[in-house]
């Protein structure tokens, strides 16, 4: 679908997809939440996440074999031109789509994509990512929790930490060490189900007050041999594959909007006329925007250049500037509000602007989770600029 004649007749057929399906009562109102990402929905939202989800749209580049869209780049541009218009959205998401889902589609078994990929693009399933551990953050390769292969199971014994989402979650993909002898050529990519006796998850609390990220204690947890993915002890390169597909989502998702910032702002600050009366504080927020286009454009570029070639080393560029885009939105949020950003608890502060706080808190892991900045850097400096020393 790639002349200007196909794409008219396919915007023809979402517009009129959506006018039939999109329930009126979700326009403009998207809820909280994210189906696949621990959100359980009711009412029109549910049915708007299996008709969605039915369709494939949550996915729309995905091949249509396995329950995606099957369309092409283009015509995903213009399915989100349409959504946009009418005040649709795709509440369909989480870890699933954002890496497990793209690194099944690369590497996986016809049977594993068959297996996995339908529920994913429905949002019925919500996975965590079983990565890193006390003793194994930016060096992953070290880390230590044992799959011991028993023939047509593994037993797993071992220790996660900072997993998102794993209290929630239905089932955890992961890497584990199948073999102490070999650092990086001991390291298997496997699934299991959160439910498995010997599976006890611990949350942890945040300096924001919440607790996204979780311990997850694995204790003689079996699991079958069916759920690798790719061969045993060649798991390190599925799942160094799989963190490309991170920093693309982390980055390609960031840079947020500078709406919350302008209405935040005529609360706060107030209009003298048509213009913010601040001035110092109007060419902040003029310049937060400029960047965020910017971003969004060159945002684009790496999906659209992902999209054929697969994502590269490159993206860690991205993924480092999407970390301080998202953080410097935060602090002008905080700066625009004055004293209402002081606000931890209490009935003299709203919802909203108590929200605001914890979200300026957790901004600040952006610069470490999806690889730290330090990594991501390094990274770049090494497989991308082909600098030696790093």
């Known amino acids: 679908m790639s002349s200007s004649t196909d794409l008219d007749a396919f915007r023809d057929e979402a517009r009129q997809w959506l006018q039939d399906n999109f329930p009126a009562s979700l326009k403009d109102n998207r809820p909280l939440g994210i189906a696949g990402f621990g959100a359980k929905f009711t009412g029109d939202a549910r049915l708007w996440q299996e008709r969605l989800g039915e369709k494939g749209w949550?996915?729309?580049?995905?091949?249509?074999?396995?329950?995606?869209?099957?369309?092409?780049?283009?015509?995903?541009?213009?399915?989100?031109?349409?959504?946009?218009?009418?005040?649709?959205?795709n509440h369909i998401g989480g870890f699933g789509i954002m890496m497990f889902g793209p690194t099944l589609?690369?590497?996986?078994?016809?049977e594993q994509k068959m297996r996995y990929l339908p529920p994913i693009i429905r949002g019925d399933i919500h996975w965590c990512q079983g990565y890193s551990e006390p003793g194994a953050g930016s060096d992953l390769a070290s880390?230590?929790?044992?799959?011991?292969?028993?023939?047509?199971?593994?037993i797993i014994n071992g220790l996660k930490i900072w997993t998102s989402g794993a209290l929630e979650a239905d089932w955890m993909y992961g890497v584990f060490r199948t073999n102490r002898e070999n650092k990086y050529e001991?390291?298997?990519?496997?699934?299991?189900?959160?439910?498995?006796p010997g599976i006890e998850v611990k949350p942890i609390l945040l300096i924001s007050g919440q607790s996204p990220f979780n311990e997850v204690?694995?204790?003689d947890v079996v699991v079958p041999k069916e759920n690798l993915i790719g061969e045993i002890?060649?798991?390190?390169?599925?799942?160094?594959?799989?963190?490309?597909?991170?920093?693309?989502g982390i980055a390609g998702g960031a840079g947020g909007s500078t709406f919350d910032l302008e209405h935040a702002a005529r609360e706060y600050i107030g209009m003298d006329g048509?213009?913010?009366?601040d001035g110092v504080m109007r060419e902040k927020i003029a310049r937060q925007k400029m960047k965020t286009n910017s971003f969004s454009l060159t945002a684009r570029r790496f999906s659209d250049e992902a999209a054929v070639h697969g994502p590269s080393a490159a993206i860690g560029i991205l993924k480092v500037a999407s970390a301080k885009m998202n953080q410097d939105r935060e602090e002008l949020m905080i700066e625009l509000m004055g004293n209402r950003g002081l606000g931890w608890e209490g009935d003299e502060f709203n919802?909203?602007?108590?929200?605001?706080?914890?979200?300026?808190?957790?901004?600040?892991?952006?610069?470490?989770?999806?690889g730290s900045n330090e990594v991501n850097l390094n990274l770049v400096a090494k497989r991308v600029l082909g600098l030696k020393g790093y």
């Open 274 to 277: 048509d213009t913010l009366a």
């Open 217 to 219: 204690f694995f204790t």
């Open 233 to 248: 002890n060649k798991g390190w390169a599925i799942g160094k594959h799989l963190l490309l597909h991170e920093r693309q």
């Open 143 to 154: 880390l230590q929790s044992f799959a011991e292969d028993k023939g047509d199971h593994f």
């Open 186 to 196: 001991g390291i298997s990519f496997i699934t299991l189900d959160m439910k498995s």
């Open 105 to 110: 589609l690369d590497v996986a078994t016809e």
């Open 58 to 89: 949550s996915t729309p580049t995905w091949p249509a074999e396995y329950g995606g869209g099957g369309l092409s780049t283009e015509a995903a541009g213009v399915l989100s031109e349409e959504m946009k218009a009418i005040g649709a959205f």
């Open 351 to 370: 919802q909203k602007e108590l929200q605001h706080v914890r979200t300026w808190l957790r901004s600040k892991a952006n610069s470490i989770e999806g």
